[in-house]
């Protein structure tokens, strides 16, 4: 079935660490994106990628990289300079043209908790 | 730059009421917008959309919402409501690449 692959669902870190998100789709969309959630505040839009080999900052990039090197995969790293990264992590993908234009596709989620 | 932005961060009604969820846009031009359901600890799903074929669009669960452009509105509703309804519920929109949501509202019904 095609869809959207978030790995791994839960993942503790050490202060000083970098941790990597993998987020994996078969749903051929040109688009991908990652975005933060913190109980009470949405969803907020991490980093966004249209196409292969570019993508761009969202609204809290701070601390946070990304690469899309194949159509289908957009890892996101959590790295040491992200100062608070305890949060639930959410991959998205869309098609940018066609019937479904627009629509968000999502990831089951990562929970990622600093110790 | 288009926003989106619910009314309420906590909605609370009885099993078999009406549940109504405010959503308000702004834009110059005619988005796409969008409501999904999330559940604890899982990703959003699809509820429905509105993508100007009609203002009145039917989703999945029995929910519907009603695009009123004198509004700037696309409030989300359900005749009933059921406890599986319970969960967090967010109104997006689209009128560039980025998507726009909302802070989000959860869906409390008692029994």
């Known amino acids: 079935d095609g869809g959207i692959t978030q790995s791994p669902k839960y993942l503790f870190r050490k202060e000083g660490q970098n941790v990597t998100l993998s987020c994996e789709q078969n749903?051929?969309?040109?688009?991908m994106y990652w975005y933060r959630q913190d109980p009470g505040q949405g969803l907020r839009l991490i980093y966004y990628s249209q196409i292969v080999n570019d993508f761009q900052k969202g609204d809290i990039a701070e601390g946070y990289s990304v690469s899309r090197e194949k159509k289908e995969s957009f890892p996101l790293t959590v790295t040491s300079a992200q100062k608070n990264p305890t949060a639930f992590y959410l991959c998205a993908s869309s098609g940018t043209s066609g019937p479904n234009t627009g629509e968000l596709f999502f990831g089951e989620g990562s929970r990622l908790t600093v110790l | 730059a288009q926003s989106v932005t619910q009314l309420g961060s906590h909605v609370s009604v009885s099993e078999g009421a009406l549940v109504l969820l405010r959503c308000n846009y702004s834009?110059?031009?005619?988005?796409?917008l969008f409501w999904y359901v999330q559940y604890p600890n899982q990703g959003l799903q699809l509820l429905l959309k509105?993508?100007?074929?009609?203002?009145l669009v039917k989703g999945i669960n029995g929910f519907e919402a009603e695009f009123k452009k004198s509004e700037t509105s696309f409030h989300l509703t359900k005749p009933s409501a059921h406890m599986s309804d319970a969960a967090e519920y967010f109104c997006a929109g689209r009128g560039s690449y980025i998507p726009t949501f909302g802070r989000g509202t959860s869906l409390i019904v008692h029994p």
């Open positions: 749903l051929n969309h040109d688009a």
């Open positions: 834009s110059s031009v005619p988005p796409y």
């Open positions: 509105y993508t100007s074929a009609a203002t």
